[in-house]
């Protein structure tokens, strides 16, 4: 892990560029931040490297794609032992329409997002992990997305 000490000014202007424009060329982010282009290159290398940059991705609107109902879902689980646990991630990474999966602490062990046609395919997919996972969900918990407020890089994280 690279120390945050080691990330300075420099860097937080070369992940700003990139913050607006993940696409931007090497030649494009020095002309902007004014370092010098090996010294832009250099860095993003070292930014990936150590893995402050996980990576850089498009994010589509799921709304211009067909699919309106973007909703976030908790579970807790119970009565499962790591192979249940492990097929239940593993089902949920590779269904096309979970968007987001993460493990969680806290009241809920896992939440995710779907993205639905409509209401009616978002509590059919709902049915369907319900139906294949009935043994180790005990509760869930969902919340559709109206408006999203903020969507943040976390560069300002950097001082």
Known sequence: MLNMDKIDKKDKKILNVLNLNGRAFVS???RKTG???????????????????????????????GYPVYTYVAFTLNN????????FYRFLMGHRNV?????????WDC????????????DSIMREIRHEFSEIIKEF????IIQEKKYDSMVELIE
Do not use: C, M, W
């Open 99 to 107: 968007a987001y999966v993460s493990k969680t602490t806290g009241k």
């Open 141 to 144: 918990e969902s919340a559709s």
């Open 28 to 30: 494009e982010i020095a």
């Open 35 to 65: 370092i010098a282009r090996d010294s832009v290159h250099y860095r993003l290398q070292r930014l990936l490297k150590n893995k402050v940059i996980r990576f850089v991705h498009t994010v589509l609107d799921p709304v211009e794609l």
């Open 80 to 87: 499962f032992d790591n192979s249940k646990e492990e097929k």
């Open 111 to 122: 939440l995710i997002a779907i993205s639905a046609k409509n209401l009616e395919h978002f």
